[in-house]
């Protein structure tokens, strides 16, 4: 088998290779001066494929698309560590489109592979080859791990919303420690706070846990509601990294102490790979 690592995905898809243990094929890429894209695939490929690319914009889905066609000849597999369009996944006023449907339907593949895809209801929409399900992998095991590798005092782990509560058990399970979850508490008529639903934090190291890290806006109002209760240390932790605008300034100025997030998308802040997860759904593992 041979690895394609789409121009989003590039560090992932070589780690992935490694993690196998396969060759990584080059792959050309260029734009031209009307904007077109193009790709070339510089080798001849064996007939079985994995292609890793996160499609974070909309050159990154044409690209994957383009790589789909230049490697349709036999067994394919495609992993989307980041699944763009994910959050379009419904239909709120007539003559929307759900774009999450659109871009899924347009993979051809024998197998597909999303990480923490925004809601896994989104996996209907592959229709992959023979019928196959597209796969949702799960990286809060990875983040545990790492978690657990760093020094912490009374560590806890939060949820920013009731959304991301599953994902802080997957990841407290990983790490082994203790976790709750930020909830609104209307105080007075006119007065709501938001706190953690039972645990204290002063003089805890605090860790707040979600799914992906946007624009940073609702991540800095929660470590700045933490740093006010008195917790030790605030870090944030993602599986994606979108970290748009000036995210990073946000979370910095808001006090955080460190942002921690895997390589779904690539950025400053990816110290976590998701190559082994990938690694086992090739492997069928």
Excluded: W
């Excluded at 094929?25 to 009307?34: L, N, S, Y």
């Amino acid at each position: 088998m041979k690895v394609l690592g789409g121009p989003a995905s590039q560090l992932l898809g070589s780690r992935v290779a490694r993690e196998i243990g396969c060759e990584l094929a080059i792959v050309e890429f260029k734009q031209f001066p009307d904007g077109e894209l193009y790709l070339r695939i510089a080798e001849e490929l064996d007939g079985d494929t994995l292609i890793v690319q996160s499609t974070t914009t909309n050159n990154d889905i044409i690209y994957l698309l383009q790589l789909i066609d230049a490697a349709s000849d036999g067994y394919l597999r495609v992993a989307i560590p980041y699944f763009g369009y994910a959050r379009q996944d419904k239909r709120f006023k007539l003559g929307e489109p759900i774009s999450a449907r659109a871009i899924a339907k347009a993979i051809d593949a024998d197998e597909s592979y999303v990480v923490n895809i925004h809601d896994p209801a989104s996996l209907d929409h592959f229709h992959l080859r023979n019928g196959k399900k597209a796969v949702n992998l799960s990286a809060a095991g990875l983040i545990g791990n790492y978690l657990k590798g760093m020094e912490f005092t009374s560590p806890l782990l939060i949820a920013p919303d009731e959304g991301a509560t599953a994902l802080v058990i997957d990841v407290s399970k990983a790490m082994g420690c203790e976790f709750d979850v930020l909830v609104k508490k209307r105080v007075t008529p006119e007065r709501v706070e938001i706190q953690p639903k039972t645990v204290h934090v002063d003089a805890r190291d605090v860790v707040i846990v979600d799914d992906m890290i946007s624009t940073g806006g609702t991540m800095a109002e929660a470590i700045k509601l933490l740093r006010g209760q008195g917790a030790r240390q605030v870090h944030v932790a993602c599986i994606h990294p979108v970290l748009s605008l000036n995210a990073q300034l946000r979370l910095y100025r808001a006090g955080v102490d460190s942002i921690i997030a895997t390589d779904t998308i690539e950025k400053t802040e990816s110290v976590i790979s998701v190559a082994p997860i990938i690694k086992k759904a090739v492997e069928g593992c």
